[in-house]
């Protein structure tokens, strides 16, 4: 047989690339302005024409290119960023793969005028779908303008896909943000349809952050300020009585780059622990420093995800700094840890005399003893056992609101092989965070939350992909306001949030009319589930293979979820624990987190003989 293989033409090679690089018009709009900074602009300005579909240009007065320069920036893997591996652990600029202009180049018409400081003309250069079509000689500023036109002309599966007006500007203006923010001694403007949406004078942070998000800012600020050996952190957060409703001014940036990283963010919420309510959000503005050869950004020119050589460390720094700014700025309750509060002395108490406390003991109590119910406590604490679980009784019902009852007669997990199988019945909750389970073999311990967020998830995927959520009808239908953008998106999606059980009688530009819910979410809660839901979305850069229904179905499930904090009596934990188990895949929440984690014997054992 013939030899078949064959090298593939680099124009193909290239639109192969774009695929992956240029997602949509705010991903040239990223690229673009990112090379305006690594070539040391200090002026940058974005025009946007429809959304980007007709126009997206970036004028910098950076250091331009020479022409032979700007011949060769549209090959693949041309850069003057890098020289070779070791540098890739050294990076100190936005671009280092010299992928973005040729993969834009490759599905976009685009136009590139360039000057270097010392040359009294610059380059013009004409590119359309990877063929240089024209090249002159041209008078023009010093520094960049690069115009891509026609986005995606070649590849009409891509422009089609791409969403509405208000969707696709969102996106530009979120990435213009990220860069701006990230570089306040930069001048940024952007101008769509020739109107003015921002024009960002070079200045402090403050002054960046105050011009993004207004005046009211100014007094929300608090600084936060820490260096270490391994990370310098600086940035502000809102105080917590401006905590927010909606998720949305929560920036993290990592040596200047917007990153997302759930854990860091979680870093940050602990820190508000006690300060503000669970269904709130804080407002930050984080950047972090770190030595360059700690990160790994190599993972993908599209995704914001980072990897951290010391990411425990980095979070209990960035924990305690907030923790401690917030303090300084007298926010935080000023705690006694060395005093136990169950120790004070109430006030009427003061003049009584004291009665010398009784113990009873139970002479029967055998510690090692696994097969007793807690008949055998004595009866004193038995009745403030007793007293607790009514304390707890109205969470049954929220349970039974809930339905969780088990889904379907509790398999038997593999997990838990013959002689580890759970005993139920015998579950702790600890911290109201986690709940303690006997085994056969020893102990698990249950994250209370992701347990449940893992039944609710594989719940709804299960309704939705089935289409066949079930609805209870509103008495009165809710109308919710809706920005028109989200608007459009919940259109996007009305046919996958109808089989998850809900029910619209109307969209009109700003408002939407619920006429049912699914069966799982509460009616006092579906304006935040929807808000949440927006806001997840929105935090996902859609591509061909996105998962609504996924996404949907994690997002409900984490809104609706039992949260840390929430008392669970021992019938509902047994539920939860029972119909976790009963999951095909238990182990893991639907964010990736671990769920359990068990102790056998020789672990614990392993614990007293170390
Ligand atoms: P990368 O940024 O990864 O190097 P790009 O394809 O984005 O790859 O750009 C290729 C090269 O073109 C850059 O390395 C840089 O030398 C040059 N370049 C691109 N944009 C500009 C600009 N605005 N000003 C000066 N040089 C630029
Ligand atoms: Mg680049």
Same mark, same amino acid.
């Given at each position: 047989?013939?030899?078949?293989?064959?090298?593939?033409?680099?124009?193909?090679?290239? &639109? *192969?690339?774009?695929?992956?690089?240029?997602?949509?018009?705010?991903?040239?709009?990223?690229?673009?302005?990112?090379?305006?900074?690594?070539?040391?602009?200090?002026?940058?300005?974005?025009?946007?024409?429809?959304?980007?579909?007709?126009?997206?240009?970036?004028?910098?007065?950076?250091?331009?290119?020479?022409? !032979?320069?700007?011949?060769?920036?549209?090959?693949?893997?041309?850069?003057?960023? *890098?020289?070779?591996?070791?540098?890739l652990f050294n990076l100190h600029?936005?671009?280092?793969?010299?992928?973005?202009?040729?993969?834009?180049?490759?599905?976009?018409?685009? =136009?590139?005028?360039?000057?270097?400081?010392?040359?009294?003309?610059?380059?013009? *250069?004409?590119?359309?779908?990877?063929?240089?079509?024209?090249?002159?000689?041209?008078? @023009?500023?010093?520094?960049?303008?690069?115009?891509?036109?026609?986005?995606?002309?070649?590849?009409?599966?891509?422009?089609?896909?791409?969403?509405?007006?208000?969707?696709?500007?969102?996106?530009?203006?979120?990435?213009?943000?990220?860069?701006?923010?990230?570089?306040?001694?930069?001048?940024?403007?952007?101008?769509?349809?020739?109107?003015?949406?921002?024009?960002?004078?070079?200045?402090?942070?403050?002054?960046?952050?105050?011009?993004?998000?207004?005046?009211?800012?100014?007094?929300?600020?608090?600084p936060i300020n820490e260096t270490t050996d391994i990370l310098n952190i600086t940035g502000?957060v809102?105080?917590?009585?401006?905590?927010?409703?909606?998720?949305?001014? &929560?920036?993290f940036f990592v040596n200047d780059r917007?990153i997302?990283s759930?854990y860091l963010?979680h870093a940050v919420?602990n820190a508000? =622990?006690?300060?503000?309510?669970?269904?709130?959000?804080?407002?930050?503005?984080l950047y972090l420093n770190v030595p360059a050869n700690t990160i790994d950004i190599?993972?993908?020119?599209?995704?914001?995800?980072i990897k951290f050589d010391n990411e425990k460390a980095l979070y209990a720094m960035l924990r305690a700094t907030i923790k401690h700014s917030?303090g300084q700025?007298?926010?935080?309750?000023?705690?006694?840890?060395?005093?136990?509060?169950?120790?004070?002395?109430?006030?009427?108490?003061?003049?009584?005399?004291?009665?010398?406390?009784?113990?009873?003991?139970?002479?029967?109590?055998?510690?090692?003893?696994?097969?007793?119910?807690?008949?055998?406590?004595?009866?004193?604490?038995?009745?403030?056992?007793?007293?607790?679980?009514?304390?707890?009784?109205?969470?049954?019902?929220?349970?039974?609101?809930?339905?969780?009852?088990?889904?379907?007669?509790?398999?038997?997990?593999?997990?838990?092989?013959?002689?580890?199988?759970?005993?139920?019945?015998? !579950?702790?909750?600890? &911290?109201?965070?986690?709940?303690?389970? @006997?085994?056969?073999?020893?102990?698990?311990?249950?994250?209370?939350?992701?347990?449940?967020?893992?039944?609710?998830?594989?719940?709804?995927?299960?309704?939705?992909?089935?289409?066949?959520?079930?609805?209870?009808?509103?008495?009165?239908?809710?109308?919710?306001?809706?920005?028109?953008?989200?608007?459009?998106?919940?259109?996007?999606?009305?046919?996958?949030?109808?089989?998850?059980?809900?029910?619209?009688?109307?969209?009109?530009?700003?408002? *939407?009319?619920?006429?049912?819910?699914?069966?799982?979410?509460? =009616?006092?809660?579906?304006?935040?589930?929807?808000?949440?839901?927006?806001?997840?979305?929105?935090?996902?850069?859609?591509?061909?293979?996105?998962?609504?229904?996924?996404?949907?179905?994690?997002?409900?499930?984490?809104?609706?979820?039992?949260?840390?904090?929430?008392?669970?009596?021992?019938?509902?934990?047994?539920?939860?624990?029972?119909?976790?188990?009963?999951?095909?895949?238990?182990?893991?929440?639907?964010?990736?987190? @671990?769920?359990?984690?068990?102790?056998?014997?020789?672990?614990?054992?392993?614990?007293?003989?170390?």
């Amino acid at each position: 047989m013939s030899d078949i293989i064959q090298l593939l033409p680099d124009h193909v090679a290239n &639109q *192969i690339a774009a695929g992956e690089v240029v997602q949509r018009p705010s991903s040239v709009v990223k690229e673009l302005i990112e090379n305006a900074i690594d070539a040391n602009a200090d002026t940058i300005t974005l025009l946007i024409k429809d959304a980007g579909k007709k126009l997206i240009q970036v004028i910098d007065n950076g250091k331009g290119m020479s022409s !032979t320069d700007a011949r060769l920036c549209f090959e693949r893997h041309a850069t003057s960023k *890098i020289r070779n591996a070791k540098d890739l652990f050294n990076l100190h600029t936005k671009g280092f793969r010299g992928e973005a202009l040729a993969s834009i180049a490759a599905v976009a018409h685009v =136009e590139l005028k360039t000057r270097l400081a010392d040359e009294e003309l610059g380059t013009c *250069i004409k590119n359309e779908g990877n063929t240089i079509v024209s090249q002159e000689v041209v008078q @023009t500023a010093q520094g960049t303008s690069i115009s891509v036109k026609n986005l995606f002309f070649n590849i009409p599966a891509r422009r089609n896909f791409l969403k509405s007006e208000s969707i696709e500007t969102r996106h530009i203006i979120d990435e213009f943000l990220r860069v701006a923010l990230a570089h306040p001694q930069i001048s940024f403007a952007l101008h769509h349809n020739n109107k003015d949406i921002y024009d960002l004078r070079a200045g402090t942070l403050r002054q960046r952050i105050v011009s993004v998000f207004g005046n009211k800012m100014e007094e929300r600020l608090v600084p936060i300020n820490e260096t270490t050996d391994i990370l310098n952190i600086t940035g502000y957060v809102a105080k917590p009585e401006f905590a927010k409703k909606k998720r949305g001014e &929560q920036f993290f940036f990592v040596n200047d780059r917007f990153i997302k990283s759930p854990y860091l963010h979680h870093a940050v919420v602990n820190a508000f =622990e006690g300060l503000i309510d669970s269904s709130q959000h804080p407002s930050y503005f984080l950047y972090l420093n770190v030595p360059a050869n700690t990160i790994d950004i190599n993972i993908h020119p599209t995704k914001t995800e980072i990897k951290f050589d010391n990411e425990k460390a980095l979070y209990a720094m960035l924990r305690a700094t907030i923790k401690h700014s917030l303090g300084q700025y007298n926010v935080a309750p000023v705690l006694d840890f060395t005093r136990d509060a169950s120790l004070d002395t109430p006030y009427e108490y003061k003049d009584k005399t004291p009665i010398t406390p009784k113990i009873t003991v139970d002479p029967n109590f055998n510690p090692f003893k696994t097969e007793d119910s807690p008949k055998s406590y004595p009866s004193s604490s038995n009745k403030t056992f007793t007293s607790k679980i009514k304390d707890v009784g109205n969470w049954e019902s929220l349970y039974t609101d809930l339905d969780i009852k088990p889904m379907s007669e509790p398999k038997q997990s593999q997990l838990f092989e013959s002689e580890q199988e759970i005993e139920t019945g015998k !579950t702790f909750q600890i &911290q109201k965070k986690y709940i303690l389970s @006997t085994i056969k073999s020893g102990i698990v311990l249950i994250h209370q939350s992701l347990a449940h967020q893992r039944i609710l998830y594989d719940d709804f995927l299960n309704k939705m992909t089935n289409k066949q959520g079930s609805s209870q009808q509103l008495l009165f239908p809710i109308s919710i306001n809706f920005q028109q953008e989200d608007i459009e998106l919940i259109q996007t999606i009305k046919s996958d949030l109808e089989h998850s059980g809900f029910v619209f009688n109307d969209f009109s530009s700003e408002t *939407i009319v619920i006429g049912g819910i699914p069966t799982l979410i509460k =009616e006092s809660e579906i304006t935040q589930i929807l808000e949440q839901l927006l806001e997840d979305l929105r935090m996902e850069v859609p591509d061909t293979n996105f998962n609504y229904v996924d996404l949907m179905a994690k997002s409900f499930a984490k809104s609706v979820s039992i949260k840390t904090g929430k008392n669970l009596s021992p019938k509902e934990q047994e539920t939860l624990v029972n119909n976790l188990f009963s999951c095909p895949n238990p182990t893991t929440a639907p964010n990736g987190k @671990t769920i359990f984690k068990t102790l056998n014997l020789n672990d614990i054992d392993s614990i007293f003989n170390s």
